[in-house]
Nanobody
């Protein structure tokens, strides 16, 4: 699975951006897709994910402002970011948790893999 994120940029506080992540390749199962971010000098943190059953998760800091969506037919993941704050600044990375099935004799074995895109920079000025 390959991921390519886009849509980042420089925006003033209170503005909006829409991030896109184009995916290609295939897996036997896609367990979740989502967005993470990493600010300078800070650890990578979860922004939002959606699981294969449609359950969405948001970081407390973005609840009510960000909306994640996935369009399977277009192999794309989106993150609509509204009411942006300077603390939202960082590199945003799209992520896919995929599984592959294999057989060991008569036993079905599933292996999970994490895939990351290269990221897109979001800078929010005050």
């Amino acid at each position: 699975v390959q991921l390519q994120a886009s849509g980042g940029g420089l925006v003033q506080a209170g503005g909006s951006l829409r991030l896109s992540c184009a995916t290609s390749g295939s897996a036997d199962s896609i367990n979740s897709v989502g967005w993470y971010r990493q600010a300078p000098g800070k650890a990578r943190e979860l922004v939002s994910t959606v699981t294969d059953d449609g359950t969405t998760t948001y970081a407390d800091s973005v609840k009510g402002r960000f909306v994640i969506s996935e369009i399977s037919a277009k192999n794309s993941i989106y993150l609509q970011m509204n009411s942006l704050k300077p603390e939202d600044t960082g590199v945003y990375l799209c992520h896919v948790d995929a599984s592959y099935r294999d057989w060991q004799g008569s036993e079905e074995v599933w292996t999970d893999y994490d895939y990351w895109g290269r990221g897109t920079q979001v800078t929010v000025s005050s």
